[in-house]
Each structure stands twice: as C-alpha cells, then as structure tokens.
C-alpha cells in the first residue's frame, strides 16, 4: 500500500512539468526589471503596432533606461508578454525583443479577442452546453472572434475530452460561438459551436484600424486574476505536501532502539 502511494505521488509530481508548460502563457520573461519590479506588472498578451512621431521606436533594456537594443519602424508588429506602470508611463515587455518599449504615444493595439469581449460583454453569458456539433465533426475551425475576417487554422481529430469552452456569444444569425482560454498550445480562440467546420462564415464583426490602447478595462481585470492551469498547478502541489504528510503519518513508524525493546 505504501508503494502504490508513493508511486502515485511520483506520477503526479513528473506531471508537473507538462502542466507547467502549458502556464507558459504567462511566463514570466528572463528580465532583470521583471525581477525588481516583477509585482508591479499585469500580463497583458496582445500584439501592437509601431505608431511614433519619430517614425520608430527603440527597444529598451529596461523601462526608463538610456540602453537601448533593437529598433522597430512605424507599421511593425510587436507581442507584449507583460505591462508596467513606472513612472507615470506605461512599458510593455516584448517577447521576441527581451527588453521593454513604452507604449504611451508609441504603440496601437491591435484588435482581438479582448477587444471583441470588450465590446460585446453584456452578450457574453457562460457556457454550459455540450459543444455536441464539435463532439460529432471530431474537428473545428478556430478564429480569433466571432466575425473576424478570416479564420485561423482547423483543429482535426479533437479530443473533446479536453476541450472547455469558458464563455459563449450568440450573434445576430442565431449562430453560438465558444470561447476557448486554451487548445493544443494555441490560447485564446473562438469556435462557432453552431458550424464548426464553417471556414466561410461571412464577416459581420471585421477588424478596424489599431486604436489606443486601454490599460485598465473590466475584461483585463478577469485576464489578470490567477490563471487557471497556474492554480491547478498550485493546488496540485499543495496536494502533493498534504497527501505526503498523510502517508507518512499513517504508514511510517519510527524505528525502536534496543533500550525501548526491552
């Protein structure tokens, strides 16, 4: 008995580093400002484009810093793992770059995903159907919101064991769309859970140009509260602590010397 536990704790503790790959959406950048001031950032994960005065922008060491790295001209596009609040102007953390650019009169978002539910968060309801279409075509096209120009990419061979569709949209076609926080390393999508396989939906919700970008909105406090696959991983450890101490307090017996024998 005590064997059989003791294996079940390795399994789950070899488990850890699959489920901590799939928190790598929010991993948090090898950066020495990220380290000092690592509580003061939000996550943020959207992409922007260069749009400066000057024309370009340069990539900075840290927020503030007269060190500078690369540069990036007017239209590029930049990913932003992470936002910070110094001094008054807010910095972006690129993921490609591992340095930092102000994003206050330098940088557009892009529209997405989190600017969709932005703007339809009143018809945003939680979802608690079967995604039964999805279940049966064992496949799905991904978009990046409902209505959205074009779709991404079509998941084959789905196993919808693992799928969880977190909030829904229903739009002016009758038809439901599902939001998906995460899918076989691909975060935050949409599948149309009324016609799954639909690559033609016509865009009834196409992207506008990039537009200033909103620190603070009800949508990105629910994105900055603890992940979800980060607090299945904080639980799990914390079970593995707990179910230890079980185990060792049920089935360990402290070894008698001679003197307490006789």
Known sequence: MLKRCIAIIIACVALLPALAAHADLVAEPANSF????????????????????????QIKDEPGSNRGGPEMSNGEIVYLN???????????????????????????????YVAFEEEHIADIYDYNGDYGEIVNSKAAVAWPWPGADEPLWTFEDLDTENLRVAHAYKDAQGREWGFVPYLYG??????????PLNKDIPAFNPAPAPMAWVPDTAHNAIENSVPPTLMLIIILVAALVIGTLIILKVFW??????????
């Open 186 to 195: 691909s975060p935050n999508i949409w599948f149309c859970l009324s016609d």
């Open 34 to 57: 990220f380290d000092r001031y690592g509580n003061d950032c939000v996550y943020l994960g959207r992409s922007f484009q260069v749009n400066s005065a000057d024309g370009f922008v």
């Open 82 to 112: 992470y936002s910070c609040l110094y001094k008054g102007e807010y910095w972006g953390q690129a993921r490609t770059k591992n340095g930092w650019v102000k994003i206050d009169g330098q940088l557009l978002v892009l529209y997405d």
């Open 253 to 262: 017996k402290p070894v008698k010397s001679k003197a307490e024998v006789n």
